[in-house]
Each structure stands twice: as structure tokens, then as C-alpha cells.
């Protein structure tokens, strides 16, 4: 695996130079946050990303994320313009020579929590999802306040998007995304261009929107929509491990040895009671999920795709972005590193 750590862009207050000092990072995954939703990136732009982060003798692993425009999740009369524009994003990624792609396929919210600053005994501060209180929660009252999500609509058309996906079934949904994968694999191909889904987060349906990317069953439907290993899957412990049903080890087995496995997410969680959970420390001594076994199901397969620490809490005082704050996220790259050095020297 090729360690990795999110970077916000030139806007994120942790620079490149620090990631670069955090003892075992070599890649980079970012995104160009200053092109509308639905887009076209051009290349000039890649090339002058991927330009400031080889400066910094770090390697762009992974695009995280090129956001699909609602209209190709809805299924909308004018997704295939957007889905002309992603082609084009693709192949320009592809001339830059950076070939792993991450998206989701999430109507309207990115992750959603019940709280992005919940304090924890140690007093460090978490992300927490609690069913009961996500249901009391009315996106249209301004309830959420995630940094995770475009939240680029006003109240108007929040208000009509939610409208118009109460049409929009779990199969339309489906419908829509084997549309947008059958018309841009192949593009994909050509270009050299991994895609990689990022699964739900969390992995059930929230405020009556569908949501399909859940569990082992619907990443075999995912895959057998274009049989190629350039359909494949971004796979985050933190997201598909919120529902304890899903066996991460036993997914990353499957999937890595059919070469469909091409980024890895790892965040630990702890389950407080079903569908809900708190989100903590990285070690598998903090949380429910082990790390180890998830990371020796990665060795076995051999992958060799980006890997990154997911959230981490925010602590010693740090401010920053929920979930991508400096500290935490490094000391999650520390354990991560050492568990695969270990893994490196017994197997
Ligand atoms: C990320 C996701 O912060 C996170 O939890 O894992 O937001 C991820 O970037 C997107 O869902 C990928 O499209
Ligand atoms: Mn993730």
C-alpha cells in the first residue's frame, strides 16, 4: 500500500509541508475545490496540483473526490451533458498520469452525523451518528451542519431536491448509476483511470433517500455492472463498518483478489447501540472494528493502492476541519504504519 493523507488544497491550514513530515506518508489525496459541481476539470488545473505536491516530494495517489452532479443521480434529462463533462475529467486525469478516482454515488449528503464535536471522556472532540436524533433531524431547518456535503443549495432548492428524489426508488437509483458506469468505463479504461465507489456513509438510507452502496452484496452488484477492473471500490472501514453485519476482512478478501479494491479508507468506530456509533481513536483497542485483521486482509491480497487514515478526533486543542484535523489523523498514520511494517517483517 502506498500510505497516504488527505489534503484540502492550498485553503487547508495543514500544509503539504507538514503532511510530508509525518513519518511514513509518501501519497497525497485531494481534489480541485474551485470547479463548479458537474464541471469539467481541465488539465491545466491537474497539472498545477499534482505540480505543488510533487514539490513536496509527495506522490498524488488519489482524486477524492470528482462530485457526481445530482442530475446523474436522478437520472435527470440533462445528466448526459454531466456525464460528457466527467468523461472529460477522466481523461484529463488520466494525461496527468494519475489513475485512482474516487466518487459516491450518496443522493444530495456526504457522510451526515448527529454531531460533528461530541466530547469524549478524555475530552477530545468526535464525530458521532445517533439514529434517534438524525431522525428528529429536518435538513430543511437548517439541522445539519455537515463539511463533509456540497451545501452549495439554497433553502428553495434544497427543498425541491429532496422533493424530487421521493420518486427516485433504491432500483432508479441503481438504474442511474448503471447508466453513468456503462457510459464512462470504457473512457475510463483508455485513460488508465481506476474508479473507485466510496461506499455509503452511513451505510443505510437517511431522511427517506435512498442509498445503495451498503454492504458485500451491493459491492458484487456494483462490480458485475462493467466487468472491469477499472469499476471498482474505494473501501472505508469507518463507512461499510458502521453496520457490525458487514465483515470488512472478509469484503477486502473478496473484492482484493478480484483486483477491485484500488483505495483504502481506515477509521475506527465504536457501535453504541444499532445504526448508531461514535467515532474513535484509530487502534483496535479504542473502537470496534480490528484494525489488524483489516490491514492483514489488505497485505494478503497484496494491494498496493493509496491508503489513508479516514476522521480522526480533534485533540491537544486543535481547530480545524471535523474529522481532518492534523494530529490525530498523523497518529493514525503512525499505527497504521507500524502494524504493516510488522506485517511486512513475519510474513
Ligand atoms: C470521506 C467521504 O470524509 C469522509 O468520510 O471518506 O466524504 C468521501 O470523501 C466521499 O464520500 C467520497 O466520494
Ligand atoms: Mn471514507
Known amino acids: 500500500m502506498k500510505l497516504s493523507f488527505r489534503w484540502y488544497g492550498e485553503e487547508d491550514d495543514i500544509s503539504l509541508n507538514k503532511i ?21 476539470w481541465s488539465l491545466s488545473k491537474i497539472k498545477r496540483l499534482k505540480g505543488m505536491i510533487e514539490k513536496h516530494d509527495l506522490e498524488l495517489t488519489a482524486i477524492e473526490s470528482v462530485p457526481v452532479h445530482e442530475d ?8 448526459d451533458e454531466y456525464i460528457e463533462n466527467f468523461k472529460t475529467t477522466i481523461k484529463n486525469l488520466g494525461k496527468a498520469g494519475i489513475n485512482v478516482l474516487t466518487y459516491n454515488f450518496m443522493p444530495v449528503f456526504d457522510w ?24 428528529k433531524m429536518d435538513p430543511l431547518q437548517g ?14 432548492e434544497l427543498k425541491s431536491l429532496l422533493e424530487e428524489y421521493q420518486k427516485v426508488s ?23 483511470v481506476r474508479m473507485a465507489i466510496h461506499p455509503d456513509d452511513p451505510p443505510w438510507s437517511i431522511f427517506g433517500l435512498p ?32 453496520d457490525s453485519d458487514n465483515n470488512l476482512p472478509d469484503v477486502i478478501k473478496e473484492f ?21 456509533f461514535k467515532e474513535k481513536a484509530h487502534p483496535s483497542s479504542h473502537g470496534s472494528l480490528d484494525m489488524v485483521e483489516i ?34 489523523r498523523a497518529l493514525g498514520a503512525a499505527y497504521i504504519n507500524g502494524i504493516w511494517e510488522t506485517l511486512n517483517k513475519i510474513y
Not at 513530515?21 to 497525497?28: L, Y
Not at 451542519?145 to 428553495?156: F, K
Not at 433504491?170 to 488508465?192: C, G, M, P, Q, S
Open 20 to 40: 510530508k513530515q509525518i513519518p511514513g506518508v509518501e501519497g497525497i489525496v485531494t481534489a480541485i475545490y474551485d470547479v463548479e459541481v458537474g464541471a469539467p
Open 72 to 79: 446523474i443521480k436522478i437520472g435527470r434529462k440533462t445528466r
Open 112 to 135: 451526515t452525523r448527529s454531531d460533528i464535536s461530541y466530547e469524549l471522556p478524555d475530552g477530545s472532540k468526535a464525530l458521532i451518528y445517533e439514529e434517534e436524533k438524525v431522525k
Open 143 to 156: 439541522d445539519l451542519d455537515l463539511p463533509g456535503w456540497d451545501a452549495s443549495y439554497d433553502d428553495q
Open 170 to 192: 433504491e432500483e432508479d437509483l441503481w438504474n442511474n448509476l448503471r447508466y453513468f458506469l456503462k457510459k464512462i468505463i470504457k473512457t475510463a479504461e483508455e485513460a488508465e
Open 211 to 242: 442509498r445503495i452502496i451498503k454492504n458485500k452484496e451491493s459491492l458484487q452488484k456494483l462490480v458485475d455492472i462493467v466487468d472491469s477492473p477499472y469499476n471498482g471500490l474505494a473501501i472505508c472501514s469507518g463507512s461499510l463498518g458502521a
Open 256 to 276: 482484493g483478489d478480484k483486483n477491485r479494491i484500488h483505495f483504502a479508507h481506515l477509521r475506527n468506530i465504536e457501535y453504541i447501540g444499532k445504526k448508531s
Open 295 to 328: 490491514l492483514k486482509a489488505y497485505y494478503e491480497t497484496g494491494f498496493e493502492g493509496p491508503l489513508r487514515p479516514d476522521h480522526g478526533r480533534m485533540i491537544w486543542g486543535e481547530k480545524g476541519k471535523p474529522g481532518y484535523g492534523l494530529y490525530d
